[in-house]
């Protein structure tokens, strides 16, 4: 099984500064299957980004993924009050695993 | 759209069936999941089964005591939960990963307690 590390666990930002999360992967990951997701409380996960680097629709520009192998990342260039959730990657081309979530919050 | 009915209140060791009806589309050609997640937790994968229903994949937690089912037909997933635990306790998803883009139900909500 593919294990999942997000970091950091948690995330403490102002408004309008830029947010890097990672997501680092146990064994080299198909980036066509390699998704992130934000979720807020009472809510179902949304797609932000699939296939590594492509913004799901009506997903903002400031939202960006990249990486490849085991390493991949998801920025948000200048955070909007919006943007304070919890974020998880997840890859599925080896049976499906989840990591274990970054949250982003106000500092 | 996914929409998953059939959550709710029920004891240890009772039973619970779980549904999962898409709209706007036809489920037939998609591999269906069930995720889910306890309060204040991550994502947990539970089980898949594939198009027509010949092949279906558990999580070690709720295998043997978990069913996953399709009827294509009525373009439903189930989800049938025989032997809950305290520990079943948690929102359940319905997904599929078939597409480019995964989607997602709105979940419900299922509470094992006495």
């Known amino acids: 099984e593919i294990v999942l590390t997000q970091s950091p666990g948690t995330l403490s930002l102002s408004p309008g500064e830029r947010a890097a999360l990672s997501c680092r992967a146990s064994q080299d990951i198909n980036i066509n299957y390699l998704v992130w997701y934000q979720q807020k409380p009472g809510q179902a996960p949304r797609v932000l980004i699939f296939?590594?680097?492509n913004r799901a629709t009506g997903i903002p520009d400031r939202f960006s993924g990249s990486g490849s192998g085991t390493d991949f990342t998801l920025t948000i260039s200048r955070l909007e009050p919006e943007d304070f959730a919890v974020y998880y990657c997840?890859?599925?081309?080896?049976?499906?695993?989840f990591g274990g979530g970054t949250k982003v919050e106000i500092k | 759209q996914l929409v998953e009915s059939g959550g709710g209140l029920v004891r240890p060791g009772g039973s619970l069936r779980l549904s999962c009806a898409a709209s706007g589309f036809t489920l037939d050609t998609y591999w269906m999941h069930w995720v889910r997640q306890v309060s204040g937790g991550g994502l947990v994968w539970v089980s898949r089964?594939?198009?027509?229903?010949?092949?279906?994949t558990y999580a070690g937690s709720v295998k043997g005591r978990f069913i996953i089912s399709r009827d294509n037909t009525k373009n439903t997933l189930y989800l049938q939960m025989n032997s809950l635990r305290p520990e079943d306790t948690a929102v359940y998803y319905c997904?599929?990963?078939?597409?480019?883009?995964?989607?997602w139900g709105q979940g419900t909500l299922v509470t094992v307690s006495s």
């Open positions: 296939g590594a680097s």
């Open positions: 997904a599929s990963f078939t597409a480019m883009v995964p989607i």
């Open positions: 997840q890859q599925y081309g080896d049976s499906l695993t």
């Open positions: 089964i594939n198009t027509d229903g010949s092949d279906t």
